[in-house]
C-alpha cells in the first residue's frame, strides 16, 4: 500500500516562504513517476499545482510560475515544493501524488497565509 506523507506547512506571513516535502513509500523508488503537487483551499475543489517528471521538467499552474520550485530526491523516494513570495492565495492544504492522482491521498499539509 502506498503511503504518502506530506509536511512543512505552517503560517506564514505574505511575502514569506515554505518549504513542503513529501515521502512516498510502499513502492520501490518515485523515479519512474511523474508527480505532482495539488492543493485545495476551503470551499474550492483540489487543484494541480506543480508537476516533475522523471527528467524533472517541470510544469506550474500560472498563478505560482516563479514562485514555486518542485524537486524530487529519487534516493529518498520524496518530492520537495519550495514557496517563495507566498500570498493569501496560497493558503490551502497541500497534498503530493503523482500526476494522475493513482495513489490514495495522503494528509496533506496545511499552508496558511496571513499578516
Known amino acids: 500500500q502506498v503511503q504518502l506523507v506530506e509536511s512543512g506547512g505552517g503560517l506564514a506571513q505574505p511575502g514569506g516562504s515554505l518549504r513542503l516535502s513529501c515521502v512516498v513509500s510502499?513502492?520501490?523508488?518515485?523515479?519512474?513517476?511523474?508527480m505532482a503537487w495539488y492543493r485545495q483551499a476551503p470551499g474550492k475543489q483540489r487543484e494541480l499545482v506543480a508537476t516533475?517528471?522523471?527528467?524533472?521538467?517541470?510544469w506550474y499552474r500560472d498563478s505560482v510560475k516563479g514562485r514555486f520550485t518542485s524537486s524530487r530526491n529519487n534516493s529518498k523516494n520524496t518530492v520537495y515544493l519550495e514557496m517563495i513570495n507566498l500570498n493569501t492565495d496560497d493558503t490551502a492544504v497541500y497534498y503530493c501524488?503523482?500526476?494522475?492522482?493513482?495513489?490514495?491521498w495522503g494528509q496533506g499539509t496545511q499552508v496558511t497565509v496571513s499578516s
Open positions: 510502499g513502492i520501490n523508488s518515485v523515479s519512474y513517476y511523474i
Open positions: 516533475i517528471n522523471i527528467n524533472e521538467d517541470t
Open positions: 501524488n503523482t500526476n494522475a492522482a493513482e495513489w490514495p
